[in-house]
């Protein structure tokens, strides 16, 4: 039940026990379905990469919500960054200095150049 819910809406995870919470297939449909239902998940799920960034390709500023140890790996802020080049701010500083993360960015939006700086 709570699973078909969050396929259809993501964010009903809110609602859901704190258990669901920890449910990896429930969490991955969650945020699938809208990326900033990350910030319901289980700190243990918020160091999973196949769901944070199923996460921030639906919702690049999902980002802020990862683990900070998925806030410096290469693929999780390149794929926030495309969907979103403002989140660079929400990287880890290491991120901010590297060329192709930057280049995303200045492709997505040039204010991400300014929070880079």
């Known amino acids: 039940l709570v699973l078909t819910a ?5 964010m009903a995870l809110r ?10 297939e429930v969490a991955l449909a969650a ?6 239902a990350l910030q319901f998940v289980s700190r243990r799920l918020l160091k ?6 199923a996460a921030v390709r639906q919702a690049g500023w999902a980002l802020r919500f990862a683990a900070p140890e998925l806030r410096k790996d290469k693929d999780v ?22 060329p192709e993360i930057l ?11 300014r929070v880079s700086a």
């Open 15 to 24: 609602s859901a026990s704190t258990e669901l919470h920890d449910d990896r």
């Open 103 to 113: 280049a995303a960015a200045r492709q997505q939006s040039e204010l991400a150049l």
């Open 77 to 98: 802020v390149l794929a926030a960054v495309q969907q979103s080049g403002w989140v660079l701010g929400d990287a880890s500083s290491c991120m901010r200095d590297d």
């Open 6 to 10: 969050v396929r259809r809406h993501g």
């Open 48 to 53: 999973d990469k196949e769901v944070v960034l």
């Open 31 to 36: 945020v699938q379905q809208e990326g900033t």
